[in-house]
């Protein structure tokens, strides 16, 4: 693995496409179920693995803490004697996450990121952890190369040809719904180290409603500065989805000569939008009149 790191201790590597799946038994070799998902919770730069999630069946569901559960190598996760698994039942569809608590596989893998540092798009496809001396499994990389993708559907021979594409975890943004919302709320994010032309270009890149979401939770000096430097149709864009109160309060907090630029981008209104435009509902189709069918027998005149 080839990956920018900022912090994450040395240790051996792991894929999350090689946990997920793998089976998972009891103390006496009884399996319960086999891994859906493992969660982090998104408080430190490279979080560790908290959770497992573990599917027994389309029914049950188990949310087990990482603490009980061992594995080595490749070997089936372990759980120990008297693990309490009524207590760890959960609802599939409701889980009981913390707020600042995450799944890897349901919302990393396979959904889109920024790399803040890159300045790109990209698609997640595997997530490198590392096994620290304490067994605890760290989140380190992203691969958003098409080699971890031919890996996944069975050509690892092409995938072998290729070089992975690693970026940090600290260098990115997450754009699925739940995987954005906790960014919000979580200090250690990396879009809060953002100024100026980097914060930019990340609201380029992000859709207009999580765009607006990063500006209302950076400091209004910081969002207006960023909006300042985005390009004119972004700045627009972004300035009229603020809403009023907020947009005045970056006005507020930007020096002279750039809240003069954002007032200027609240007052400009695309000619589009005073336009009007026919409904294709309104449109009417001229059809000759219906005529009444004659009795039978009767002339035509």
């Known amino acids: 693995m080839e990956a920018r790191r900022t912090g994450a201790s040395g240790g051996s590597s792991l894929l999350l496409s090689g946990l997920v799946g793998r089976p998972v038994v009891t103390a006496d070799g009884r399996r319960i179920g086999r891994v859906k998902d493992l969660s982090v919770r998104l408080h430190v730069a490279h979080p560790v693995v908290h959770r497992l999630l573990v599917r027994a069946n389309r029914r049950t569901t188990y949310l087990l803490p990482w603490e009980q559960v061992s594995a080595t190598g490749t070997d089936p996760f372990t759980l120990p004697p008297g693990t309490d698994l009524p207590g760890a039942a959960v609802a599939a569809t409701d889980l009981p996450l913390e707020n600042d ?35 605890r499994l760290e989140v380190a990389a ?103 109160e907020d947009a005045e309060r970056l006005v507020r907090a930007a020096p002279s000569a750039q809240a003069a630029d954002l007032t200027e981008l609240r007052r400009h209104v695309s000619p589009v939008r005073r336009r009007r435009f026919r409904r294709t509902a309104g449109w009417r189709v001229r059809r000759p009149p219906a005529r009444t069918p004659r009795p039978p027998g009767a002339r035509a005149r």
């Open 101 to 135: 608590e995450l799944l890897l596989a349901r919302d990393v893998l396979d959904t889109e990121v920024v790399d803040l540092e890159g300045h790109r798009l990209s698609r997640v496809a595997d997530v490198f952890l590392l096994r620290n001396e304490d067994g």
């Open 142 to 244: 992203v691969d958003v190369g098409v080699g971890a993708v031919l890996r996944r559907i069975g050509l690892g021979l092409l995938a072998g040809r290729t070089r992975p594409v690693a970026v940090d975890w600290q260098e990115l943004h997450l754009t699925s719904s739940r995987g954005h919302v906790v960014q919000l709320s979580t200090a250690t994010a990396g879009f809060r180290q953002l100024h100026g032309d980097e914060l930019a270009e990340l609201l380029a890149r992000l859709s207009t409603d999580k765009a607006t979401d990063v500006m209302r939770s950076v400091a209004p000096e910081r969002a207006a500065a960023a909006v300042h430097r985005s390009h004119p149709l972004t700045g627009r864009r972004l300035m009229h989805a603020l809403g009023h």
